[in-house]
């Protein structure tokens, strides 16, 4: 068996899990989460703790049972605490700007680029050249994240463009005469 599959998943105080035959909803503070039920996985819900098990004795049944209990345990977090990405701007007058659920970016092109976010994504710029995508769904926070990265990547000779935090970016050498 999987052995992250093992692990049972303990709920916090104020998330309700209700696991149906095709689904699991979680409920918490920050919102609600769906995910369909693969039939490969039996979904126990015991005195405040999940358990996942293999429906039968195959491979991709025990592969399964420690993916869904992933994916759950990522929507336990969310749903109580939250997820967040943090992206800066690196250039000469690179600008970001929230405004209620767009985001406008001004980023050398000769336009400004605005993006729209989907429901339950809040977005904040605490300074110009900050970014703070937040949300319960990790799957969408870190997708929204890569969008908006993708708009002007990092490039490889001067460093310029939108990057992920954490993110270290190598400069390749010039070329020479």
């Known amino acids: 068996m999987s052995r992250v599959g093992k692990m049972p998943i ?4 104020g998330v309700d899990v209700s696991v149906t035959a095709d689904q699991i909803s979680v409920k918490g503070s920050m919102g609600t989460l769906v995910q ?15 358990n996942f098990a ?3 004795d195959s491979v991709e049944a025990d592969a399964m049972s420690g993916t869904m209990r992933a994916i759950v345990a990522n929507m ?10 943090k992206l800066n701007l690196v250039g000469v007058g690179f600008r970001a700007a929230a405004a209620g659920s767009k985001l406008n ?9 605005s993006k729209d976010m989907p429901t339950g994504i809040k977005v ?21 994240a890569a969008e908006v990265r993708a708009i002007r990547p990092p490039e490889p000779y001067k460093g310029k463009g939108i990057r992920y935090a954490d993110e270290k ?6 070329k020479k005469k």
């Open 10 to 13: 303990a709920l916090p105080q």
């Open 36 to 50: 369909p039920v693969n039939a490969l996985v039996t979904i126990k819900n015991e005195a405040g703790k999940l």
């Open 54 to 56: 293999p429906a039968n």
């Open 76 to 85: 336990v977090n969310g749903v109580s605490k939250g997820f967040e990405k």
């Open 105 to 113: 970016l001004q980023v050398g092109f000769s336009h400004p680029v």
């Open 124 to 144: 904040a710029c605490p300074t110009q050249t900050e970014i703070v995508i937040s949300g319960a769904d990790r799957q969408v926070v870190g997708q929204i």
């Open 169 to 174: 970016v190598s400069l390749k050498e010039t």
